[in-house]
């Protein structure tokens, strides 16, 4: 099983949208980024991801979703329709990869940026990286123990 993070802006997408739907996958979608692309790509079902609202204000970690399906084309970069279009994408050129998640757990508190740059254990977590603009990253598995643990799981 691996670890990962979905940084999604809450007005765009957030927790309560896939709490919406209980027990319901949702697609993951729009990831518009090489490198993010590729980690979506290592997914597997049943890894699980934090679930993080960023550019809101107050960032951080809200909760944790499963992965559901593994990696498949994102058709939303083909509808010209869709705010996440790409005219290079097409069906027969699909560069871009979503996966399914569900929600796995809704946090009764959001564990904050504040809080997990404030913590040694998550020094060299990549989320908290100088410069890190990715939606999709990999967590080690003790990254993951330690936010569990802020969050009281």
Not at 5 to 23: H, N, T, W
Not at 113 to 139: D, F, H, I, Q, Y
């Amino acid at each position: 099983m691996a670890y990962w993070l979905f940084k999604s802006e809450p007005a765009s997408f957030s927790i309560d949208d896939l709490a919406a739907r209980p027990g319901q996958t949702e697609h993951w979608d729009g990831v518009r980024n090489f490198q993010a692309r590729n980690y979506m790509r290592a997914m597997a079902p049943g890894d699980l991801a934090f679930f993080y609202h960023s550019s809101c204000a107050v960032p951080g970690v809200v909760g944790e979703v499963e992965i559901g399906r593994a990696a498949y084309p994102d058709f939303t970069a083909w509808d010209p329709q869709n705010p996440h279009y790409d005219p290079r994408a097409s069906a027969s050129r699909p560069i871009w990869s979503m996966v399914d998640v569900v929600l796995r757990a809704r946090y009764p508190r959001i564990v904050t940026l504040t809080e997990l740059k404030a913590c040694p254990a998550l020094a060299g977590m990549r989320l908290l990286a100088r410069g890190n603009r990715l939606s999709v990253l990999p967590v080690s598995a003790e990254e993951w123990s330690v936010i569990c643990g802020l969050a009281g799981r």
